[in-house]
């Protein structure tokens, strides 16, 4: 969709922000609506415009992103009166970007379409630094004709694979952040098993990170676990959402995802400990923990 220059941008958080940005900065004209105003101001710092209200951003726009925690936040943002439902014209591309429930995305989609509206969802990978450096793996669930007017609007934000019909692109999301928890959990014993045999951990995890055992995870947060630095980044209360979504999708297929569902109790017991605002590295503090009781 080259046409597309106005996009609205909905929820200018740690990643809505930076990715607004890059919009801003690959030529589209971007009006941001977040809850918290000074968030708005920020993009409007950036060469965007704040809007005070979702119709204020919607109105009128080519393409509408959502990127806001949870389904519930879609949900209101997309639904509520006064939302993206209400004030976008049929045509318009409404792009979910949050990760969410598959169903969420489903009823969003089919909603949608009765509205005339394009409906995709796109969840993302590669944390807060894959969206400033606009190096994002998008996974866009939705009809391949959305997907390819859609194409112009990814690119300043990523690479994007279309991965099936609506809600497939959360599913997708939803095996990616099972991954990825697996791996911070794996890293952060072998940085704990490293330290207690004495070795040197900033020369063993580089090179790990050169062999079957590398990862983006070593790549981009071995230094500040090593540091033991969890500001986020991406927040503990953010992955334990998700491992609810991996754990109810897993059950409703009937798979089992044994390592998944540890690693969900861990994050889980992080949360309750209180540090859900810590970045999901400090999976770190447990495997800490756990080790000085058996000292
Ligand atoms: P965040 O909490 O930093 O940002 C969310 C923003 O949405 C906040 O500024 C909040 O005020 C705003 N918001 C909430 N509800 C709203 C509504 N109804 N209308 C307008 N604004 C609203 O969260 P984040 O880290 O940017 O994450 C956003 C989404 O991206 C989440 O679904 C998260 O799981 C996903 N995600 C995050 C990362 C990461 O590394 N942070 C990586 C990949 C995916």
Redesign the pocket.
Known sequence: MSQSRTIAF???????LPMAANLVSAGFTVRG????PQ?ADRLAGKGGTAAAT?AEAVSGADVVIT????SP?VE??VFSTGGVFDSAAPGTLVVD????RPDTARAVNEEGAKRGLRVLDA??????AGAVEGVLSIMVGGDPADFDAAAGVFAPMGSAVLVGPAGAGQTVKAANQLIVAGNIQLVAEALVFLEAHGVETEAGLRVLNGGLAGSTVLTRKAESMRHRRFE????IE?HD??MGIVTAAAREVGVPVPMGALVAQFIGALKAQGHGGLDHSALLKLVDQLAAEQK
């Open positions: 909905i929820g200018l958080g740690i990643m809505g609506y977040d809850r918290s968030q979702p990127m806001v925690p949870d936040d209101e943002a970007m949050s990760t969410v969840p993302v990978s590669g944390g807060e986020p980044g991406f927040r953010l959402k998700d």
